[in-house]
């Protein structure tokens, strides 16, 4: 894993633990106070949300840069190769689903949650990994099979769709990151206020 990446997920970890441990005394404290399986389950949100979107960031950007040297020679084509475009932006909205599922077992939408056992803060950030990383992963590589879609593209128009079936083919992985973040979180048994 990237250097930049780990330092910024452990920055983000000791952020999050030490605004639970030195939150102040008493009710004002808040739910956070020496609430770590709470800390650890929102961490787990947050890296399903941010790895995916990351993922997602890198792979509209490989793929854009491939249809924007196409658009330079034929601006007719934008229309057929913003789907290629678009295609790796789906992890990220993958993630989001993830990270929301999350924060909808903490109930924080709806009734709140007093307390987590850290085990099960434990279970929730384990159990965002699958989308999160699935997001990152597949993002990446999808953005590089639909680069090749827009180079093929060029070349022969109208096998276009072809391209798109073969970077459908790698997103089959990351919604299979995010059925499996979906069945552990329903696993999951959190105590209700």
């Known amino acids: 894993m990237n ?14 633990f030490s605004s639970a441990a030195f939150a102040g005394d008493g009710a004002q404290a808040g739910v956070f106070m020496g609430d770590y399986g709470i800390v650890l389950a929102i961490f787990g949100a947050a890296i399903a949300v941010f790895l995916a979107g990351f993922g ?3 792979g509209i950007g490989i ?6 040297g196409l658009l330079g020679e034929d601006p007719e084509r934008f229309g057929q190769l913003l789907v290629f ?12 689903i993830g990270g929301f599922m999350v924060i909808l077992k903490l109930g924080f939408l709806g009734t709140a949650v007093t307390h987590i056992p850290i085990e099960q803060g434990w279970q929730i950030l384990f159990a965002s990994i699958p989308v999160g990383l699935g997001g990152l992963v ?5 953005g590089k099979v639909c680069a090749a879609g827009v180079a093929m593209s060029a070349k022969q128009p109208e096998a276009a769709m072809k391209g798109v079936i073969y970077a459908a083919m790698v997103e089959t992985y990351s919604i299979f ?17």
Request: net charge positive; hydrophobic share 55%; with cysteine.
């Open 138 to 142: 597949s993002a990446i590589h999808q």
């Open 63 to 68: 793929a854009g840069q491939a249809a924007n």
């Open 3 to 16: 250097k930049k990446i780990l330092v910024t997920l452990t920055l983000i970890m000791l952020v999050c």
């Open 177 to 193: 990151g995010l059925l499996a973040t979906i069945m552990l979180l329903m696993g999951i048994n959190v105590p209700s206020a």
């Open 56 to 58: 997602s960031c890198i």
């Open 85 to 96: 475009v678009a295609l790796p932006g789906t992890q990220g909205i993958y993630g989001f």
